[in-house]
Nanobody
């Protein structure tokens, strides 16, 4: 029903910035939640940021003040602006979408973010 196309990953030096984008398509009337999780090798997948239809946001403590999530409802697209990147931000970042509260979860295939020292 829903397909996600994610872009924006890459290699940057510490202190640099990247902007991730995630565009949803398919049978969509509205989107309740869009966000990102990330997973580093040998670690659990963790929440990075989520934005809800109300505009409310939720951030991991480790990224507060550095990352900003936004959404363009007309384009069914979310953006994650990442600034002041640190080596510990290195991970595969997965876009996550729910059309309705407690509805099915859709995932992108992920994009690699690597932050060098």
């Amino acid at each position: 029903q829903v397909q996600l196309v994610e872009s924006g990953g890459g290699l940057v030096p510490a202190g640099g910035s990247l902007r991730l984008s995630c565009a949803a398509s398919g049978s969509i009337f509205s989107i309740n939640a869009m966000g990102w999780y990330r997973q580093a090798p040998g670690k659990q997948r963790e929440l990075v940021a989520t934005i809800f239809s109300s505009g409310s946001t939720n951030y991991a403590d480790s990224v507060k003040g550095r990352f900003t999530i936004s959404r363009d409802n007309a384009k069914n697209t979310a953006h994650l602006q990442m600034s002041g990147l640190k080596p510990e931000d290195t991970a595969v970042y997965y876009c996550r979408v729910n059309l309705v509260w407690n509805g099915p979860t859709y995932w992108s295939q992920g994009t690699q973010v690597t932050v060098s020292s």
